[in-house]
């Protein structure tokens, strides 16, 4: 089973209520299952925009940093719950890699927006992307790659 960010696959749960549709993924989408840590947490769609505060997703694993939406709710607790439901499916299924959504404060993998919802992004990892590495996943952003590695992951996979 190889783990994709929803709303990669045109699905419409991010929290404006579109996606992000990626052509590549979408057509190899029968090879692909779609997670949504998010809604996995019970946030509605749509929803406020959050970013991760005073540190990224590791921190956030460890009780050292929180996430706060736009309006300055704290939703810590729904983004710790989805990232647990990822893990969860990760555990059941003996998954190994995952896709994840480049930038987002759950599916991020190498960057995350820095806090103050003006659009910069720092170094850092999201929250359901930094426990899945933990937890010995290999996650890739769909902005690492081509047509090529997907079918060379989608192969390795199968294999398995
Ligand atoms: S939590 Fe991940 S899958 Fe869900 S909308 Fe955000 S980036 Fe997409």
Redesign the pocket.
Known sequence: MILV????LG?R???SGG??DNELLMRYSHYLT??????AGHLPIPRPPAELQEGDGKAVLRGRAKVLNKHGEDVTVNFLQ?ANRILDIVKKNRVRVAI??AN?????KDMIYDGSFSGNKIDGE?V?AALLKENGVKVYSENELDEDKLQRIIAMNQEE
């Open positions: 960010s929803s709303c990669l699905n749960v991010k929290y996606s992000n779609a997670i949504c840590p998010e809604s989805g994840l959504k987002s404060p759950s599916c991020g999201g359901t």
